[in-house]
């Protein structure tokens, strides 16, 4: 289980995050849903430890999520990424098996055997010599899943993984988070997609710098939820 308790980050006296507390079990995929701003990315960021926080733990199977990173794989936003650095795509993949390889080790049989299954997965292996900044954006998410894949966590997090991605790349994301969840994984999906990857949550977070409302996309959608989260911007919404 992934609990999160009493987490609040603040920046210069501002409050980015405050008072967020959740529980996810084995097998579910969890969507952090809200307006700009809200603080869904620093929210991540918090529980990874990436930023610092202002109070509040975050345990995995009763322990410090701190101490069990190795246990964690995170695909940030694309535009996070510099996709003109020279890497290629296996080179991309292979970083996600340098903890069990190290660093100046060439990689074992095994770890290079994982990373060619994660490439296929994605469909990516034909263009595993390619470099990264010469690819689609869909195909780019699809290198950075392949990654988290190779990493063989048990914990995922991914930060707006549907934007400027084709359909192609959409529904292989779709299948492989469905297949993570039956292996027991837990997945935490940052989105500002309120159609067709919500109904793939098994739970959601709406989110304003606080959680607004937590459970099952019919307990959680409302219209004085979504009143509460959006305010004015409510009406831009494509419900």
């Known amino acids: 289980m992934l609990e999160v308790e009493h987490l609040a980050v603040n920046y210069r006296g501002v409050t980015a995050v405050e008072d ?60 996070q990424i510099d996709w003109d650095y020279p890497i290629t795509v296996w080179n991309v993949v292979m970083m996600a098996r340098t903890v069990h390889t190290g660093w100046f080790r060439e990689p074992s049989k095994p770890s290079q055997e994982i990373v060619k299954e994660a490439l296929a997965r994605v469909g990516m292996l034909e263009l595993r ?14 290198v950075f899943l392949a990654r988290a894949l190779a990493q063989q966590a048990e914990l995922l997090f991914f930060d707006e993984p549907f934007v400027g991605i084709d359909q192609k790349t959409e529904a292989i994301m779709f299948d492989v988070f469905a297949e993570l969840k039956l292996q027991g994984k837990i997945l935490l999906v940052v989105t500002h997609d309120l159609g ?44």
Do not use: H, W
Request: a positive charge; proline letters at 3%.
């Open 196 to 239: 067709t990857a919500l109904t793939k949550c098994d739970q959601l977070l709406l989110l304003n710098k606080q959680i607004i409302a937590t459970g099952s996309l019919k307990e959680v959608m409302t219209a004085d939820n979504i009143q509460r989260a959006y305010g004015d911007s409510v009406l831009l919404l494509n419900r």
């Open 129 to 142: 010599s390619r470099q990264i900044g010469e690819l689609s954006g869909g195909q780019q998410q699809r």
């Open 20 to 79: 967020v507390s959740f529980r996810s079990l084995p097998g579910q995929m969890v969507g952090v849903i809200g307006p700009n701003g809200a603080g869904k990315s620093t929210m991540v960021k918090a529980i990874l430890g990436l930023v610092p926080i202002s109070s509040g733990v975050v345990k995995f199977r009763d322990r410090s999520l701190k101490q069990q990173l190795n246990s964690v794989a995170y695909v940030p936003q694309r535009s």
